[in-house]
């Protein structure tokens, strides 16, 4: 039976190559986010703390301070601000120098943002080969965003051979990590059961873990595991209210599988799906957990 369920379903893979978020989010939180499995330098997180406070100075002082002292990941963030513009004019040419010179000295975040530069093809000419091999290269550095993205990669083929088993454990590690992104490939592998052995309830157990914090595919990829009842008995109070949070998230296919859902629904029970979205609020990771997501 949950075979048969199993060919009704998409998953939707909403896994992107993470660029640090797109500029609609805040850019104070985009950048103060983007802590990797390293631990951040004294002047790093100096520089963060001024991040959060809203001191734009304060903390390019403190990451000029960290490269002057040989912490690459100093030019990193100092990049990240002239990218995004924080505290003054975005100047992309100049946080372009700035990773390259942090990538060669060795910072892990730099390397994934320059990769994943080159294979988007902003600001620096589009090479899948060298953004493949920088964003992996970032991950062998132990960076949780290069391993979602070295994942991903591997998984699509771009700039190097397709290599889907190593995808998925790359993807397993970044999850590991906390990465929202990397949890939701893991399940949609889980559920798939074409690279690991399928497992719905391990897979239940991610898609509840990113929906819980608000990720859009997580929510999205939980509802049709509700609705096509995988992992037990169909919810469709549960997966409408699902949908509704991804839609208002802004996933694409969202809407209309709430609409299909609240076909085959009463009136009671929409309103109480409505009722439970309406109450629902994201689990928030402590400050010093929360990773940069695409």
């Known amino acids: 039976m949950a075979k048969k369920l199993l060919n009704l379903l998409i998953f939707y893979r909403e896994t992107r190559l993470v660029s640090v978020l797109p500029l609609a989010f805040c850019a104070l939180f985009v950048l103060a986010s983007q802590l990797s499995a390293q631990e951040d330098g004294v002047h790093v997180q100096e520089g963060l703390v001024a991040l959060n406070a809203q001191d734009f100075a304060g903390a390019a002082a403190a990451f000029q301070e960290a490269f002057d002292d040989g912490d690459a990941d100093g030019a990193f963030y100092l990049g ?35 990769g994943v530069l080159h294979i988007q093809g902003l600001g620096v ?18 960076d949780t965003n290069g ?23 790359w993807f397993a590690k970044a999850g590991d990590q906390g990465h929202l992104g990397a949890m939701n490939a893991r399940a949609a592998a889980l559920i798939e059961g074409k690279y690991v052995a399928q497992d719905i309830p391990a897979a239940m157990s991610l898609l509840e873990h990113t929906a819980n914090r608000g990720d859009r595919a997580g929510l999205f990829a939980l509802a049709q595991l509700q609705a096509a ?66």
């Not at 003054?88 to 372009?96: H, L, T």
């Not at 000419?125 to 132990?142: F, K, M, S, T």
């Not at 549960?238 to 949070?245: R, S």
Request: proline letters at 3%; hydrophobic letters at 45%; charged letters at 25%.
């Open 80 to 114: 990240r601000m002239l990218e995004l513009g924080i505290g003054g004019i975005a100047n992309p040419k100049a946080a372009v120098a700035l990773y390259r010179v942090a990538s060669e000295l060795g910072s892990a975040q730099a390397m994934n943002r320059l």
């Open 125 to 142: 000419l589009q090479n899948y080969e060298e953004g493949a091999r920088l964003v992996c290269a970032a991950a062998e550095l132990g």
């Open 147 to 169: 391993a979602f993205n070295c994942g991903t990669v591997l998984r699509e083929g771009v700039g190097t051979g397709k290599d889907e088993d190593l995808a998925y454990d």
């Open 229 to 294: 009842g995988l992992a037990g008995d169909a919810d469709l109070i549960e997966a409408h209210k699902n949908f509704n949070l991804a839609a208002v998230l802004g996933h694409p296919r969202a809407a209309a599988a709430r609409a299909a859902v609240e076909a085959g629904m009463s009136a009671e029970d929409v309103a109480l799906a409505q009722e439970r979205a309406q109450a629902w609020r994201p689990v928030e990771l402590p400050k010093e957990k929360i990773s940069e997501e695409g």
